[in-house]
């Protein structure tokens, strides 16, 4: 169901990294990590976690600048105990690292979580949670009143998006199905941003998938820009 209004959606910014060259996106020089908020009537639901602190590959690969979860959502009023849910769009390690940060439950794909098992995929410490705290997705679930995860494989096996809905907007966060505002608005998605190149139908559909939804706002994991309509 359709909540009456849009809640207010504020960005987080989390961290910034040094892209390595062999990064898809070295070229940009800096890559940014942006988690958001949604201050649903229910209680807050946080989409994303940033990177976390301590691994010293992620050190090493992007010397990364990491913003405390918990101060950014207090500059947005928001107490970190009072979040209702957190949803990973997916668990590599710039939208899990600071999972453990807070407490509410974990929703992620069952796909993803599969996924993260794989040697690479992740900091496998920031991907790990105690099992109570997880909720595990398989495809499209209501989380809230306007509140949907939907699955959006392509970027990873299991990358899921969120959508609130209201009474005449509908709002995107996106995650990692696009990597900019451009791509999206274009309905394209680089090769390199897919899992492998196997998925890239996949990514594609997902993004069409989202697209269709005619959104009113659309916000991304990595890409200050948002769309409006
Ligand atoms: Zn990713």
């Known amino acids: 169901m359709a909540l009456p209004e849009l809640p207010r959606i504020d960005r987080l910014h989390l961290a910034e990294l040094t892209l390595p060259d062999w990064h898809p996106r070295a070229a940009d020089g800096v890559g940014q990590v942006f988690a958001y908020v949604v201050h649903h009537p229910d209680g807050p639901i946080v989409v994303d976690t940033g990177v976390g602190r301590g691994s010293s590959l992620i050190d090493e690969l992007y010397r990364p600048t990491v913003h405390d979860l918990v101060a950014r959502l207090a500059e947005v009023d928001v107490d ?20 453990a940060a807070l407490r509410a439950p974990v929703h992620v794909q069952e796909a993803e979580r599969a996924a993260a098992v794989q040697p690479g995929y992740t900091v496998p410490e920031w991907a790990a949670l105690p099992e109570e705290r997880w909720r595990v ?4 679930a209501d989380l809230a009143e306007g509140v949907r995860i939907v699955a959006t494989p392509g970027h990873t096996p299991g990358h899921q998006s969120v959508v609130v809905t209201a009474s005449d907007e509908v709002a995107v966060l996106a995650g990692q199905c696009a990597y900019t505002a451009a791509e999206f608005a274009s309905g394209t998605v680089a090769v390199e941003d897919v899992h492998d190149r196997s998925w890239l139908d996949a990514a594609l559909d997902s993004l069409a998938r989202l697209r269709a939804l005619d959104p009113t706002r659309v916000v991304f994991a990595h890409d200050r820009a948002e769309l409006t309509a």
């Open 80 to 99: 970190e105990r009072d979040v209702a849910a957190v949803v990973c769009s997916h668990l590599h390690f710039d939208h899990c690292g600071q999972n």
């Open 137 to 140: 997705v398989d495809g499209d």
